[in-house]
């Protein structure tokens, strides 16, 4: 097992109004893994990975403490840029959320606010990273095509190919299959796990057969609490705490 990390969260607790969401979660993240959050509904696994890019931000009446090291830098000091944080994350939302204009110009997007201007240059990066997500052969005569023609599934990889387009460390899935048919979810989870061979993926998800498919690593959050994290086969084959052997046998819902 790889348990190099250059994602590390401390004492993170995290409260909208008077309620606390997160309390006290500390997990090393691996590199190069799949590191699956699970647990009931309401458990914080999304509040968790929106603190992962900083969209907790602009929520209103919310606190935040505790500390979350991306390449030993705190990404909740005051000194650091918020979007020099969010490039280094690609996150995948339950729904694709493709952009108003055609499929070159989604996966263009990113680049060109970072500064890349030569098409040849751009062409190359939308080329590289529709290959990514599994999308080329189904687009690459269509690329001027709006995005928005595509189906559900292949609106979510294009979504994987425009994250990807801006050069992230970290994967973030939010439930990213979700919206999808099952052969879409399926092609969804056999990109991630290519990926992980370059990136590092951390995926939300409720499905606990998904799980089983997918992940190097699990986190199971129950009432805001991280319960036990570790390698999934054996999280799996013989959970150490009694509240996650109960969730995995439906006793927890």
């Not at 909208?16 to 914080?44: E, H, M």
């Not at 696994?45 to 890019?53: E, Q």
């Not at 500064?115 to 080329?127: F, M, T």
């Amino acid at each position: 097992m790889n348990n190099s990390s250059h994602l590390r969260i401390r004492n993170l607790s995290i409260s909208f109004g008077d309620q606390q969401v997160l309390k006290n979660v500390s997990l090393d993240v691996a590199d190069r893994r799949i590191t699956v959050i699970v647990g009931p509904s309401g458990c914080g696994k999304t509040t968790l990975l929106k603190s992962l890019n900083r969209l907790l931000d602009s929520v209103d009446d919310v606190h935040i403490s505790g500390h979350i090291f991306v390449d030993d830098d705190d990404i909740y000091d005051p000194k650091v840029e918020v979007t020099r944080v969010r490039k280094k994350m690609g996150l995948l939302s339950q729904k694709p959320q493709v952009l108003p204009m055609s499929i070159f110009d989604n996966i263009a997007y990113g680049p060109r606010l970072h500064g890349v201007r030569n098409r040849k240059a751009l062409a190359a990066i939308v080329e590289r990273e529709l290959h990514a997500a599994g999308l080329w052969d189904e687009v690459k005569d269509r690329l001027h095509a709006p995005a928005a023609r595509l189906s559900v599934g292949q609106q979510q990889r294009l979504c994987l190919a425009r994250g990807l387009a801006v050069e992230p460390e970290i994967i973030l899935g939010d439930e990213p299959t979700s919206a999808l048919d099952p052969q879409s979810s399926r092609i969804v989870e056999e990109r991630l796990i290519a990926l992980k061979a370059d990136y590092t993926v951390i995926v939300v998800t409720h499905i606990l057969r998904q799980a089983r498919r997918i992940a190097d690593d699990i986190a199971f959050l129950y009432l805001g609490e991280l319960v036990e994290h570790g390698p999934a086969s054996e999280i799996f084959a013989a959970p150490r705490d009694p509240r996650t052997r109960s969730y995995f046998s439906g006793e927890i819902s």
